[in-house]
């Protein structure tokens, strides 16, 4: 019993008293004091401030050095990039530059309006139903936003609802336009069964695709650099309303991205009518028609579509109407 009870003596066990005396504060040691003095007086310290401001600047510095570096190292379109791909080009400008053509009026209301307002120069087509016809012609404009290169392989012209309509009947007008800078021509017969891009040849003949084929291309953009390219669509037997979705690489993903016409509706063009005679209104320069005697040929003419096609029917250029 006795060794019992040096044994219990001997535990290890907290007593109620030993935790009493554990909770209460305890005095700091004097070195302890010196130490958290010590410490409080380094943070404090002007010198400790100016090393860290050093510190951060020479970390951001690094790492802008890094990437970099980085980059020289690798292909542009192997670099992750922070921008999504989605985002990776824009549209800067869809802008319509046919120089010379006609245009479909599908409401010809108020037809002295429309000649008076051709003949002034005026912005008839604003505001109006008017539709490219025979042909149309778009400046594009496409900007790269990403850190590495876009690299656009494939613009293909999606047709609204699958394929063209029947032609658009109305009135007829020849007007000229704005003008054509340098860019990358490429045609577009919209009308076709497999409508596609294509570049000209040599001398403006056998048009081959631009993005497909044995001999395809593709464009690449930088970084904020920019690229124009004009398409020139026709179409010869019906109605058609398109967009172009762009396909394109970059930072090793592929993407796709949707061109609208202006104001984010489809491009359109019609075909112009066989017969001339189904028009209601037919409106054209002076350039079209001979003068009559030494008059220069100025000036714009309305015919009704019977007497457009009458005048024309010979296949000559008919004299200017009177009047």
């Not at 002007?46 to 292909?75: M, S």
């Not at 778009?138 to 790269?144: H, L």
Request: net charge positive; glycine share 10%; hydrophobic share 35%.
């Amino acid at each position: 019993m006795a060794n019992n009870r040096r044994g219990a003596r001997r535990t290890s066990a907290l007593t109620r008293a030993s935790v009493r005396r554990g909770s209460g504060p305890r005095s700091p040691r004097p070195e302890e004091e010196e130490a958290a003095t010590g410490r409080l007086r380094f943070v404090k310290s002007p010198t400790t401030w100016l090393l860290g401001i050093v510190l951060a600047v020479v970390t951001v510095t690094f790492q802008d050095v890094l990437t970099a570096t980085v980059k020289t190292i690798l292909p542009l379109d192997r670099v992750p990039d922070r921008l999504s791909p989605q985002n990776a080009v824009d549209v800067v400008e869809v802008k319509d530059v046919k120089d010379i053509g006609y245009y479909l009026v599908r409401d010809a209301g108020g037809d002295g309006e429309i000649l008076e307002e051709i003949s002034s120069g005026g912005s008839w087509r604003e505001g109006r139903k008017v539709v490219d016809a025979g042909n149309a012609e778009w400046m594009i404009t496409v900007q790269g936003r990403a850190a590495q290169q876009v690299r656009i392989t494939d613009i293909v012209p999606v047709v609204e609802g699958g394929r063209c309509e029947k032609p658009l009947g109305g009135s007829l007008a020849h007007f000229p336009s704005q003008g054509v800078t340098d860019v990358i021509p490429l045609e577009l017969e919209v009308d076709a069964p497999r409508p596609r891009l294509k570049i000209s040849g040599k001398d403006g003949k056998d048009a081959q695709p631009f993005f497909t084929g044995p001999e395809a291309k593709h464009i690449t953009l930088n970084q904020n650099e920019t690229e124009a390219f004009i398409v020139r669509a026709t179409s010869t037997t019906g109605y058609c309303r398109w967009r172009y979705r762009v396909h394109y690489e970059v930072g090793g993903s592929t993407a796709e991205m949707t061109i609208s016409g202006p104001g984010g509706k489809p491009f359109e063009l019609t075909a112009r009518l066989t017969d001339a005679s189904a028009y209601r209104k037919v409106y054209f320069p002076a350039f079209d028609c001979l003068p009559s005697g030494a008059r220069p040929p100025t000036g714009w003419y309305e015919q009704t579509g019977a007497e457009y096609a009458r005048d024309r029917r010979s296949g000559k250029v008919p004299p200017c109407p009177n009047g």
